[in-house]
């Protein structure tokens, strides 16, 4: 399957909720989402309805069929409030996927192999036309952490990442707990700061808060999905460690 700039063999449904970009510099995050809602069909009617105030740039049905909503080069509204490498504006930084999928309100429901077929095809065009780092193919949990759980732990990163799409590690096995909430000092500020320099919205204040255990989980329910209890285990730790040098070792 192939995809032109703006829409190749997706069928086109505008949405009116978009706008100028307001970064300068073509897209560099591709953010996968869930639907969450009972079908495709409401789902595209809701992203076209002006009181909505949300859209994206495609949705994925479970079928595979691939609808475009809003073109590339505008800013769909998607993220809401969000942040990634300390920019605050993921919209207009990113293009967005929304995948139909009755989300946590539906229990999770898997992800269709047909579906996830069409999600790597499409993430492969956006990918390689945009030159966006693996690193950068996030979730909308990894850039609202707390406050979004899409696409949710079910989801299958290592797929994409087989495909050459984000990052992913295998699982490891559950490890001893080196940093939970309420430690304070150094490591956790060490901790803190590995979060932070992949991208994750969290301060460097040597304090396992609530924040950083909400922060935690978002980088576990990505990364370490049989374990999303906010308790930076050793192979959390590892694997965090890993990925931060293989994002800033990674070629734009």
């Known amino acids: 399957m192939s995809f032109s700039p703006d829409h190749g063999e997706a069928r086109v449904r505008p949405s009116p909720n978009c706008g100028p970009r ?16 009972a079908t495709g069909d409401e ?22 069929r691939i609808v475009q909503m809003v073109p590339e080069a ?5 993220a809401g409030a969000s942040c990634w490498e300390g920019e605050a504006d993921v919209n207009s930084r990113s293009i967005g996927i929304e995948i139909v999928n009755g989300g946590h309100p ?25 030159a966006i780092k693996p690193s950068r193919v996030l979730g909308h949990s990894d850039v609202a952490p707390g406050r979004k759980i899409d696409p949710g732990e079910h ?7 087989e495909s050459g799409i984000g990052l992913y590690e295998p699982e490891g096995p559950r490890g001893e707990i080196l940093l939970r909430s ?15 320099l992949y991208g994750y919205d969290v301060a460097n204040t040597g304090e396992y808060d609530d924040r950083t255990r909400t ?5 576990q329910m990505h990364y370490r999905k049989s374990c999303i209890d906010g308790e930076a285990d ?6 965090l460690y890993h990925l931060v040098n293989k994002a800033k070792s990674d070629p734009a």
């Open 22 to 37: 307001k970064l300068s510099g073509r897209p560099d995050i591709l953010l996968l989402h869930y639907t969450g809602m």
């Open 43 to 64: 789902a595209e009617r809701w992203l076209c309805r002006p009181d909505s105030e949300v859209s994206c740039h495609y949705i994925v049905h479970e079928d595979g």
């Open 74 to 78: 505008m800013r769909a509204w998607h």
């Open 106 to 130: 539906a229990n999770l429901p898997p992800y269709p192999d047909r579906q996830i077929d069409a999600v790597i095809a499409l993430a492969q065009d956006i990918v390689e036309r945009h």
């Open 155 to 161: 989801f299958p990163w290592e797929r994409l990442a």
């Open 182 to 196: 309420g430690m304070r000092g150094q490591p956790v500020e060490a901790m803190q700061a590995l979060l932070s």
């Open 215 to 219: 922060v935690v989980q978002a980088f």
């Open 234 to 239: 050793r192979a959390t730790m590892e694997r």
